[in-house]
Nanobody, 116 residues
Framework: EVQLVESGGGLVQPGGSLRLSCAAS????????MSWVRQAPGKGLEWVSG????????DYADSVKGRFTISRDNAKNTLYLQMNSLKTEDTAVYFC?????????RGQGTQVTVSS
């Protein structure tokens, strides 16, 4: 069974940092591009970042460029998102997804709340 399980969300003050993780199982993780997407309250899904299967190529939405860093550890079947300089507008449920620009296979999400 294909599974993606996110963790690492929480409540953080503006300007703070969080590191999200996504543990993958049920498929050959190193064969697939991966991504992070988010959904803010009352809004649709927004693509945040993508990474190629080998980790050598990444891309970011303009809204997070320079603040977020996507990475992966294929030996651990894990995807990461390091989020720095967080803003209130980053508040959302964050999902990892199989595919560079998201895809139908996603995890259950982890809540990130940025508030003072």
């Amino acid at each position: 069974e294909v599974q993606l399980v996110e963790s690492g969300g929480g409540l953080v003050q503006p300007g703070g940092s969080l590191r999200l993780s996504c543990a993958a199982s049920g498929f050959i993780f190193s064969n697939y591009d991966m991504s992070w997407v988010r959904q803010a309250p009352g809004k649709g899904l927004e693509w945040v970042s993508g990474i190629k299967w080998g980790g050598g190529s990444t891309d970011y939405a303009d809204s997070v460029k320079g603040r977020f860093t996507i990475s992966r550890d294929n030996a651990k079947n894990t995807l990461y998102l390091q989020m720095n300089s967080l803003k209130t507008e980053d508040t959302a449920v964050y999902f990892c997804a199989r595919g560079f620009r998201s895809g139908p296979i996603r995890g259950q999400g982890t809540q990130v709340t940025v508030s003072s």
